[in-house]
């Protein structure tokens, strides 16, 4: 009985596969040898997918029963294995990522991913601030991005500021573009504010790429500064006055690329302990607070507007750090870097990694970029890979990998509170 | 009456053509239990949401009257404004944050007077301000309001999986500890049993005698009768009647227009 019940849930399963697969494997256009396209059948590659669910599907229900993969927000007891490992983790991350420059073996390649992947861990912090805590869907993240990338360009090329001046200025430019979007738009809620804040993060690059005067437009801006070490420049000619100078090494190029990984990292903490300080204050709670009941915020005596503000302006300031960050790390900007789906990128990091959850963003950022790197050998399967796994995480945990949240103060012991009472904000 | 609380002079709410609430006028007294009563669509939660600053009345003035200090007009305030004025409310169909502790809740109302220790934020990231002292006060200002409403056990759980009777209780502790001059109450005793209601009656009891008003919707007759001092009915916008219970209950209007089809009702309360 229950094996006629499994093979008809495979056969399902089968047929489902089949109608994906027969488009996007089985038919395939080639460039053939006169220029023209061909088309080539995959048949055996197709079958040999149906073939996998159908027995994958087969072996799951078998095992677990029709039902024994469910969704789950709450703290089941692989969630608190998960939850005492992640106290471990955390800390365990941290070192691994203090240390990875000087681990043998890791290369130019490996610092390069690392600094990609902490870009991202800080964006996807700075995002959680305005998203995770304080509700408002934000689709122009990487507008302020793009703030902080163009305003120490420009302030370079222009004005001859150094990076570590810049950096700040950067945060506040970011910031108070955050406020300026802010205010007329914070009056609307969910669906709409998600319309006006993808409408802006356009706007800023559609005005990027066209006010050739000033930013160079498609061309981006070239010969950005890089950083130095306290006024030591990273110079592959040595000698007096540079870093490798200065501390009698021998000069190499790797010397800028671990400056860069410490520096991004230094970026990340930074938001990472703002954040967390900022959770259990006042400003935290009332964001959350917001995002639980913006009505009964109101009858408490706080004010809505403000604190969406803050949450606005913090969170656009650190996508501003950013972007200072990457300007100098690449040298070379232009409008392409900062389209959608970067956003999108940002915006799918905190929603997989559990809104609100520190330690999930960073684990998903991880996951989402490092994975995408090293799976780079799967060429076009990649994607399906990732979409698959995205998939996959959000049909079983449909809160994000952390879907728990931690209470900002207890008196006895905090206990993690199940996330389908917290809630996601309406904007 | 002693001097009032909360004065409502003409106090006229249209929503187009619709008049909810026309040329209201009442006055609560300071350290008094205040009802608003009257039928379905009387108009008596439109009045609370102009007291409030949900609504800005088309017509008329509400003044707050805390000892000591000047009158303060109500409906010029911004919405956020009134709670620091001295007016807490909780809502018809509760609106905790489910999301967060009892302990949290009460934290967030205590959030203006926190907020200010800690010098905008800045100085308490940095660790620099007053604000370790001033979430001690706040927590333990929590707590005795956990105390009072008897949730101490349940401080470090999340509102949204307490039972109802408690949300209820944890909404007025949450409002108390904005520390007002005037609790508005709409309809705490729907949904509760007998046993709940008279802990509810005792409760209100409690905070009048800590010298906060309060006014309050309520349907339960029971609750109302017991611990009122004064009793304002409403009925199609239009005040009918205003006095103590045992006046309001022998009202020909009030019973016409409300207890009318139920005198046994009434009198058993």
Redesign the interface.
């Known amino acids: 009985m229950r094996l006629q019940l499994a093979l008809k849930d495979a056969s399902i399963g089968a047929v489902v596969a089949a109608l994906l697969f027969i488009p996007l494997v089985a038919l395939r256009t080639d460039v053939g040898s006169a220029g023209a396209l061909v088309l080539r059948y995959r048949w055996a590659d197709a079958a040999i997918l149906i073939g996998l669910v159908f027995l994958g599907r087969l072996a799951l229900v078998l095992w677990t029963g029709r039902t024994g993969l469910r969704p789950s927000t709450s703290a089941g007891p692989w969630t608190q294995r998960l939850q005492q490992a992640g106290r471990l983790a955390a800390p365990a991350f941290l070192a691994f990522a203090l240390v990875l420059p000087a681990i043998p073996g890791i290369d130019r390649y490996w610092l390069d991913l690392g600094i990609l992947v902490l870009t991202y861990v800080m964006l996807g912090w700075g995002l959680n601030i305005v998203v995770g805590l304080a509700g408002l869907l934000d689709l122009g993240y990487v507008a302020f991005y793009a703030v902080g990338a163009y305003s120490y360009a420009l302030l370079a090329q222009y004005f001859g500021l150094s990076f570590w001046v810049c950096l700040p200025l950067a945060g506040i430019l970011a910031a108070f573009w955050g406020v300026l979007l802010g205010f007329p738009v914070l009056r609307l809620r969910g669906d709409y504010l998600a319309i006006v804040t993808l409408a802006f993060g356009e706007i800023i690059r559609v005005v990027l790429l066209n006010w050739v005067s000033l930013t160079g437009g498609p061309n981006g801006i070239s010969g950005i500064p890089r950083p130095s070490f306290f006024g030591l420049p990273f110079s592959m000619a040595g000698g007096e006055g540079t870093f490798a100078g200065f501390f009698g090494l021998e000069p190499s190029s790797t010397h800028r690329v671990i400056f860069l990984y410490y520096l991004i990292l230094a970026l990340a903490l930074l938001t990472n302990w703002?954040t967390i300080?900022?959770r259990r204050?006042?400003?935290g709670?009332?964001w959350?607070?917001l995002r639980?009941?913006e009505?009964?915020?109101?009858?408490?005596?706080?004010?809505?507007t403000v604190t969406k503000l803050?949450a606005f302006a913090l969170g656009a300031m650190f996508g501003g750090f950013a972007g200072a960050f990457f300007a100098t790390r690449q040298a070379f900007i232009s409008p392409e870097s900062f389209t959608f789906i970067e956003s999108a990128i940002i915006l799918a990091i905190v929603v997989l990694g559990g809104l609100g959850s520190q330690i999930g963003v960073a684990v998903a950022a991880l996951v989402l970029i490092g994975g995408t790197e090293i799976f780079r050998d799967l060429q076009e399967w990649r994607m399906l890979v990732f979409g698959g796994a995205m998939v996959v995480i959000m049909v079983l945990r449909p809160r994000g990998l952390v879907g728990t949240?931690t209470?900002?103060?207890?008196?006895?012991?905090?206990?993690a509170?199940?996330g389908k009472?917290?809630?996601e904000g309406h904007g | 009456m002693s001097h009032p609380i909360l004065e409502v002079q003409g106090l006229t709410m249209r929503f187009g053509g619709l008049t909810a609430v026309s040329g209201v006028s009442f006055a609560a007294g300071s350290g008094e239990i205040t009802a608003l009563i009257g039928p379905n669509g009387a108009g008596k939660t439109t009045l609370f949401n102009c007291v409030?600053?949900?609504y800005r009345p088309s017509e008329g003035i509400i003044r707050l009257h805390k000892r000591g200090e000047p009158p303060t007009e109500l409906q010029r305030l911004a919405?956020?404004?009134?709670?620091?004025a001295g007016v807490?409310?909780t809502?018809q169909n509760i609106?905790?944050?489910?999301?967060?502790?009892a302990?949290?809740n009460l934290?967030?109302?205590q959030?203006?007077r926190?907020?200010a220790s800690?010098g905008w934020?800045i100085g308490?990231?940095l660790g620099l301000s007053g604000?370790p002292k001033a979430?001690r006060q706040a927590?333990e200002l929590a707590?005795r309001w956990l105390t009072a409403t008897n949730l101490m056990d349940r401080?470090?759980d999340?509102a949204?999986?307490l039972p109802y009777g408690q949300q209820r209780r944890l909404e007025i502790a949450?409002?108390m500890c904005?520390g007002p001059a005037l609790l508005c109450l709409d309809e705490p005793a729907a949904g509760l049993n007998p046993r709940e209601s008279d802990e509810l009656a005792r409760l209100l009891l409690d905070i009048r005698a800590e010298r906060t008003s309060i006014l309050l919707i309520e349907h339960d007759m029971g609750v109302v009768m017991r611990i009122s001092d004064r009793v304002v009915v409403l009925d199609h916008g239009v005040l009918i009647a205003d006095g103590t219970p045992a006046e309001v209950r022998g009202n020909a209007k009030v019973i016409a227009a409300y207890l009318g089809e139920d005198e046994e009702e009434a009198a058993s309360a």
Not at chain 2, 95 to 101: V, Y
């Open positions: 703002v300080r900022l204050q006042p400003l709670r009332a959350e607070a639980e009941d009505i009964a915020c109101r009858a408490l005596g706080i004010n809505v803050t949240r209470p900002s103060i207890a008196l006895g012991k905090r206990r509170i199940d009472l917290v809630g | 409030t600053g949900f919405g956020h404004r009134i709670a620091r807490a409310r809502f609106r905790l944050f489910p999301g967060m502790t302990l949290e934290l967030i109302a959030h203006n926190l907020m800690t934020g308490a990231v604000y979430e927590v707590k401080a470090d999340p949204g999986a949450r409002a904005t």
